[in-house]
């Protein structure tokens, strides 16, 4: 009989968070500043979940609301929770979807502004490559075609 398969490791966990580690992102809610961390692999797994499963129904925000509550300190998620429940603050569930998307596509750019800065000619480079490189994709798709 075969033995119980383990998955999950605390220890490669903590390895690999300190490995993907990126700078909190500071943010303003309702004139408080409020810093968020970086995501480990679960939590981007998990928003990138509920993001996807439906379109922005009151369940949605509500699991995003749930993601964020786990990226920031105690005092802030309270202050957040506080901040949805007054109905006369100006922070609201269309606050919330804003706010995950300015992350996500803070979160998605950094990478790629580490690796563009090597020099001032690669943003230049960049488009006219794109552009061989959809011609070059189209030509054998003829010749493919041509040749059936």
Do not use: C
């Amino acid at each position: 009989m075969a033995g119980i398969r383990t998955f999950g490791d605390a220890v490669k966990a903590a390895e690999r968070a300190e490995e993907d580690y990126q700078e909190p992102i500071t943010v303003n809610i309702l004139d408080r500043e409020v810093t968020i961390e970086y995501p480990g692999s679960g939590q981007a797994i998990y928003m990138t979940a509920t993001i996807a499963g439906t379109d922005g129904d009151i369940t949605q925000v509500g699991e995003l609301v749930q993601f964020l509550y786990h990226l920031v300190e105690e005092e802030d998620a309270i202050f957040i929770k506080h901040s949805l429940l007054d109905r006369k603050s100006g922070f609201d569930g269309e606050s919330v979807i804003e706010l995950i998307e300015y992350l996500t596509e803070e979160w998605s750019s950094r990478p790629t502004r580490s690796l563009t800065g090597l020099s001032k000619s690669q943003p230049r480079t960049g488009p006219s490559s794109t552009g061989g490189a959809r011609r070059k994709a189209s030509t054998p798709s003829r010749s493919r075609s041509a040749a059936s």
